[in-house]
T-cell receptor, first 115, second 114 residues
Framework: DVKVTQSSRYLVKRTGEKVFLECVQD?????MFWYRQDPGLGLRLIYF???????EKGDIPEGYSVSREKKERFSLILESASTNQTSMYLC??????????????FGAGTRLSVL | AQSVTQLDSHVSVSEGTPVLLRCNYS??????LFWYVQHPNKGLQLLLK??????LVKGINGFEAEFKKSETSFHLTKPSAHMSDAAEYFC????????????FGSGTRLQVQP
């Protein structure tokens, strides 16, 4: 089974702090994604990466950056956390080949509170 | 551009009765469509995927969905609801760009009454 692991389930940070959310997948997937989930809005794509050191902006990249130094790890960075970044953050990965191509596998999520 | 509209934010059914969760999509190209389920405090799990091979798609846990191009719909159904089906369900369309990011609907919360 594909496993996508997010390092923290719950995180509480203060306004202005730099925050790192980590995600690791164990299936050698090329693509990795970061979403935020808010009630009534579904999931919105923040950033995605299709290869090591490659990234593309999603729908709501403002206030976020990402890093992908190794294929299995994709980090989301909040440069200066703000209260409107309080949310559930979900990481996903997918393959570009085979029968499972395009299917995204999700981690359990990190619930971030910014005070 | 792609978009997805889930027509009901909440659906409540009795255990043993049919489930219908409605989804309409728009897409410039032939889309790939998915249904994902999210149980409380859990990540999202794929229920089923449509990729043009067959219009009726069967998924896990007895769910199925029918792709209707003329109606631009991809409704999710199950003949008989179980208490364990209570969760949030997301209809999703794959962007037909090279990177194939997903566009999510806003979700439908399914309640199952005993």
């Amino acid at each position: 089974d594909v496993k996508v692991t997010q390092s923290s389930r719950y995180l509480v940070k203060r306004t202005g702090e730099k925050v790192f959310l980590e995600c690791v997948q164990d299936m050698d997937h090329e693509n990795m994604f970061w979403y935020r989930q808010d009630p009534g809005l579904g999931l919105r794509l923040i950033y995605f990466s299709y290869d090591v050191k490659m990234k593309e902006k999603g729908d709501i990249p403002e206030g976020y950056s990402v890093s992908r130094e190794k294929k299995e790890r994709f980090s989301l960075i909040l440069e200066s956390a703000s209260t409107n970044q309080t949310s559930m953050y979900l990481c996903a990965s997918s393959s570009t080949s085979g029968q499972g191509r395009g299917i995204q596998y999700f981690g359990a999520g990190t619930r971030l509170s910014v005070l | 551009a792609q978009s997805v509209t889930q027509l009901d934010s909440h659906v409540s059914v009795s255990e043993g009765t049919p489930v219908l969760l409605r989804c309409n999509y728009s897409s410039s190209y032939s889309p790939s469509l998915f249904w994902y389920v999210q149980h409380p405090n859990k990540g999202l799990q794929l229920l089923l995927k449509y990729t043009s091979a067959a219009t009726l798609v069967k998924g896990i846990n007895g769910f199925e969905a029918e792709f209707k191009k003329s109606e631009t719909s991809f409704h999710l159904t199950k003949p008989s609801a179980h208490m364990s089906d209570a969760a949030e369900y997301f209809c999703v369309v794959s962007r037909n760009t090279g990177r194939r990011a997903l566009t999510f609907g806003s979700g439908t919360r399914l309640q199952v009454q005993p």
